[in-house]
């Protein structure tokens, strides 16, 4: 064999290594690329989700509450009580749309554990309480879960922000 066939053999091997190196590397980029894209389209999704909410809770839409909130879901007020969904959509159809109103929340931002959304941020509560009208800021944890393919709220959570 001459040198030059040599020569050719190696750099056939060589690139042949490369290309296989390449291919890896591609094979490895292409799910986290289609996972970073899915996941982007449930932060988006679930921010929606955070949105209706609010606006549900304003005008009253029990409906459209009751479709948010998963059956088993617990919220967590700001004064420390537990409610039930029950519970919560039975104060919801005694209060008057004047007792409070939800304005959109200044931030919302969501992160996934497992196949699990948390999102977090700041709403402002505004309102008459006693014939006094008040403005309240809440910091929130909902935690939201896909069942069969829809994102449904199984946990919420509210705490005054003092500062």
């Not at 409070?100 to 505004?126: C, D, L, M, N, Y």
Request: aromatic share 6%.
């Amino acid at each position: 064999m001459s040198s030059m066939s040599a020569v050719g053999i190696i750099l056939r091997g060589s690139h042949m290594r490369i290309l296989c190196l390449l291919a890896v590397v591609i094979a490895l980029f292409l799910p986290a690329s289609a996972q970073d894209n899915s996941e982007t389209a449930a932060v988006s999704k679930i921010i929606a989700l955070e949105k209706a909410w609010n606006q549900a809770f304003k005008s009253r839409d029990l409906k459209a509450i009751d479709a948010l909130l998963d059956d088993r879901a617990v919220l967590v007020n700001d004064d420390g009580s537990l409610q039930t969904k029950g519970a919560f959509l039975a104060a919801m159809r005694e209060s008057k749309p004047s007792d409070e109103q939800q304005v959109s929340p200044e931030s919302i931002s969501v992160r996934f554990i497992g196949g699990v959304g948390v999102a977090t941020g700041v709403f402002q509560a505004k309102g008459i309480e006693g014939r006094k009208r008040y403005v309240r800021r809440n910091r929130f944890v909902d935690t939201w879960s896909n069942k069969n393919g829809n994102w449904v709220c199984v946990s919420a959570s509210a705490t005054p922000v003092l500062h």
